[in-house]
T-cell receptor
Framework: GENVEQHPSTLSVQEGDSAVIKCTYSDSASNYFPWYKQELGKRPQLIIDIRSNVGEKKDQRIAVTLNKTAKHFSLHITETQPEDSAVYFCAASSKGGGNKLTFGTGTQLKVEL | GAVVSQHPSRVICKSGTSVKIECRSLDFQATTMFWYRQFPKQSLMLMATSNEGSKATYEQGVEKDKFLINHASLTLSTLTVTSAHPEDSSFYIC???????????FGPGTRLTVL
């Protein structure tokens, strides 16, 4: 089955700096890679996703890059703000796998003033 | 939008009792729903895939007789934790996939505490 690794587990940045979270996956059949933001006790919120036919996608301060050859994808947050503080999860799924999501272990992002 | 609700949001029960959790897609139809469990400071672990009108598919290590899943309509899936024990205490989250797409929308979760 799919295995998704995520690094770092914790990340502390100063407000205004950029934050980068990296994930690797094992199943070459995976073709959908969403990123979720989860605040304590709340539901995961989809913030951006990318499919395997695209190398990069951007939405305002958030961008995701995908390297299919190396089987890794990254989340980039620019101009971080205190409200960006949360746990971020990457995930991977494949159509052949019934669209089941395999999640990474999560990154606790803390944006300090 | 794509709104998914869960009920109850929080439940406390005695060991040995059963608890039912409902997951509803409010403004779209969902042929497929997923049930996850999340322990404190850990990731979401998929428990089972719920398909409307058919039996659920359970992940390895998840007891199907303990975690009963029913997906009787395109907007409702239920998870029943039978004979709950303290080790079943966790945050249970469902997600729903809009029919024809692959994007999962998550419910707000149910905090289960078994005494």
């Amino acid at each position: 089955g799919e295995n998704v690794e995520q690094h770092p587990s914790t990340l502390s940045v100063q407000e205004g700096d950029s934050a980068v979270i990296k994930c690797t996956y094992s199943d070459s059949a995976s073709n959908y890679f969403p990123w979720y933001k989860q605040e304590l006790g709340k539901r995961p919120q989809l913030i951006i996703d990318i499919r395997s036919n695209v190398g990069e996608k951007k939405d305002q301060r958030i961008a995701v890059t995908l390297n299919k050859t190396a089987k890794h994808f990254s989340l980039h947050i620019t101009e971080t703000q205190p409200e960006d503080s949360a746990v971020y999860f990457c995930a991977a799924s494949s159509k052949g796998g019934g669209n089941k999501l395999t999640f990474g272990t999560g990154t606790q992002l803390k944006v300090e003033l | 939008g794509a709104v998914v609700s869960q009920h109850p949001s929080r439940v406390i029960c005695k060991s040995g009792t059963s608890v039912k959790i409902e997951c509803r897609s409010l403004d779209f139809q969902a042929t497929t729903m997923f049930w996850y469990r999340q322990f404190p400071k850990q990731s979401l672990m998929l428990m089972a895939t719920s398909n409307e009108g058919s039996k659920a598919t359970y992940e390895q290590g998840v007891e199907k007789d303990k975690f009963l899943i029913n997906h009787a309509s395109l907007t409702l899936s239920t998870l029943t934790v039978t004979s709950a024990h303290p080790e079943d205490s966790s945050f249970y989250i469902c997600s729903a996939v809009r029919t024809g797409t692959d994007t999962q929308y998550f419910g707000p979760g149910t905090r289960l505490t078994v005494l």
